[in-house]
């Protein structure tokens, strides 16, 4: 089986981000101001650990922002290496970021929900550098944009994957037990974590090693 990259999300320190490159991570999550989810920072302390992590690993911001200006404010009080946007945003609003951050990469989240996700997902492609597929739910009242710790229906995913030219990452309740099998069955560039490296909101290292150790 071959290894996709590996990101891990929800980094709350450098010795958070040291210890999850030091096992393998290609890219780490920051998360931003969100409704809910487990992984929020400030973002202060976004840019002090982007700032620490060296190349070539990806520093990915998780912006909730919906508004182009907002997303651009909120990007450069972080510097990182790359945008998630987490929430749905005009596709008008692509071609802004990209003239006024060229530099930067920027990666959409699809809730994987039901069709309509796929479909979303391959017009979306067009725009990005990355989609990355999530579980959640944006229509609950409080939405719910990531870090569930659920896993969702990788059929539908592994449709995404197979209908669109660009990488994708895979999120959503992936642990040790379950890794091989997502990997196996959706076949994607990239598998991306919270929940299930943590205890107590912090990041164990014996986790991490097991889930390292599992996927090679
Ligand atoms: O972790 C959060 O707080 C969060 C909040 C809002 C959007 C995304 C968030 N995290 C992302 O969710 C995926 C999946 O997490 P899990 O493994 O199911 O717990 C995680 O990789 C982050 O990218």
Not at 21 to 27: E, H, L, N
Not at 46 to 62: D, H, K, R, Y
Not at 115 to 135: C, G, H, M, P, Q
Not at 152 to 179: C, E, M, Q, Y
Request: one cysteine or more.
């Amino acid at each position: 089986m071959y290894r996709p990259r590996v990101k891990i999300c929800c980094i709350s320190s450098k010795e958070e981000a040291k210890m999850a490159i030091k096992y393998g991570a290609s890219a780490l999550g920051l998360v931003g101001h969100m409704p809910s989810g487990p992984g929020i920072i400030d973002d202060a302390l976004i840019g002090q650990i982007a700032m620490s992590v060296p190349p070539p690993i990806a520093t990915f911001l998780l912006t909730s922002e919906t508004k182009v200006d907002d997303i651009i404010r909120h990007y450069k009080k972080v510097n990182t290496t790359t945008i998630q946007i987490v929430d749905t945003i005009d596709k008008n609003d692509y071609q802004t970021l990209r003239s006024e951050l060229p530099h930067v990469k920027l990666v959409q989240v699809i809730h994987v929900i039901d069709d309509k996700s796929v479909k979303e997902a391959i017009e979306i492609s067009n725009y990005v550098d990355a989609i990355l597929l999530d579980s959640g739910n944006p229509n609950l009242a409080i939405k719910e944009l990531g870090g569930t710790g659920r896993t969702h229906n990788w059929d539908l995913s592994k449709t995404i994957r197979a209908s669109i030219s660009i990488p994708v990452f895979l999120a959503g309740g992936l642990n040790k037990d379950n890794i091989k099998q997502a990997i196996a069955h959706v076949e994607p560039f990239g598998v991306d974590l919270c929940s299930s490296v943590r205890t107590n909101g912090k990041l164990d290292e014996s986790k991490l090693r097991a889930f390292f150790e599992e996927i090679g």
